[in-house]
């Protein structure tokens, strides 16, 4: 094929030389062929279609004609969301990068105990195991699921997971559901971490993802960041949906950039992975926080006798201490 483009280029060639020595009728096929050439070219560049299965109320999603293991993402939604459609986008982005990824839904739980079972039994029934690369863990995870990502990063890396490279992508994280400050102090320490912030998200007090981020000590700097998306469409939602890559690109290009330094240890891909904020996002950012009495929906301590409330209290974490006001 590239032997006959290339004979039809120089026959163009000799054409532009030789002073009209063709009619414009030859003229034209040729260039007609030329381009059906170059399309032909373009149809057989190897394209990766996404397939997917059921695993009960779960969907896992990879690539079709998997023929070896690749690395596996465990994707956490925002509270209640249970369709993968709602993030199509950035699923469909990761597949692409030849992942595997096990989309759990969000069933409204104040803890991580049922989200564990879920990709626990994906994992098991998933009739693509052999494909599994489980020494490579990626977990994403937005709202409610970027605060568990932290509980489910720790309890598959405690049971030999993630061994050659792990990540948490944590966009807008709601609280550390099960996490305690040991679990913290103990946390995989060659673990890359990244938490994004949206600069139109007002919803949930600051002071909670900057907690998070605080309680990382047994982190090195350079394996995580704090950052704040800003852009005229950077609110809470931001993550879900199915538009074009390119609309979702204050998420895929340090997302996929994490996935490039973690599974693939491309040094290039630093700056973009983890590079885009602070390490002391509470000064860096003080601009965005207001007083705790003007988060009415979702306030750094909820409402004393609620089932949040509840089961944040069994936490040691106290989450409205980071800033003084």
């Known amino acids: 094929m590239f032997a006959k483009v290339l004979s039809i280029l120089m026959m163009l060639l000799l054409i532009g030389c030789g002073g009209g020595g063709k009619s414009s009728e030859t003229q034209n096929a040729t260039n007609t062929n030329l381009s059906n050439s170059l399309s032909a070219l373009k149809d057989n560049t190897p394209k990766i279609k996404i397939t997917s299965e059921k695993v009960e109320e779960a969907t896992i999603f990879y690539p079709e004609n998997i023929a070896q293991k690749l690395p596996v993402i465990l994707f956490i939604p925002g509270w209640s969301s249970i369709n993968p459609n709602n993030y199509k986008t950035l699923i469909d982005a990761l597949v692409l990068k030849k992942n595997i990824v096990l989309f759990a839904p969000e069933f409204e739980e104040y803890g991580c105990t049922n989200i564990i079972k879920i990709f626990e039994d994906m994992y098991q029934d998933c009739t693509k195991k052999a494909f599994f690369d489980t020494s490579r ?3 994403v995870g937005h709202s409610s699921g970027g605060g568990k990502a932290f509980y489910v990063l720790k309890y598959f890396a405690d ?21 305690r400050k ?30 998070i981020f605080s309680m990382l000590t047994n982190i090195d700097k350079k394996h995580k960041d704090f950052f704040i998306y800003d852009a005229p469409d950077a ?68 409402e004393a006798g609620t089932e949040l409330f509840t089961s944040l209290i069994r936490s040691d974490i106290n989450y409205c201490n980071i800033l003084p006001f």
């Open 182 to 211: 040991h679990d913290f102090d103990t946390f995989p320490k060659d673990t890359n971490i990244a938490i994004e912030l949206f600069s139109h998200d007002s919803g949930t007090d600051l002071r909670v993802p900057f907690t």
């Open 159 to 179: 049971k030999g997971w993630g061994k050659n490279g792990k990540f948490i992508f944590a966009m807008a994280p709601w609280y550390a559901f099960d996490m």
């Open 235 to 302: 609110y809470h939602s931001y993550p879900s949906g199915n538009g074009s890559s390119t609309a979702k690109e204050g998420v895929l290009k340090p997302l996929e950039s994490m996935i490039s330094l973690t599974f693939f240890k491309n040094q290039t891909a630093y700056p973009n992975a983890l590079e885009n904020g602070s390490d002391t996002p509470w000064e860096y950012y003080k601009r965005y926080i207001h007083s705790k009495d003007s988060y009415q929906n979702f306030p750094c301590m909820p």
């Open 137 to 139: 863990l990626g977990v």
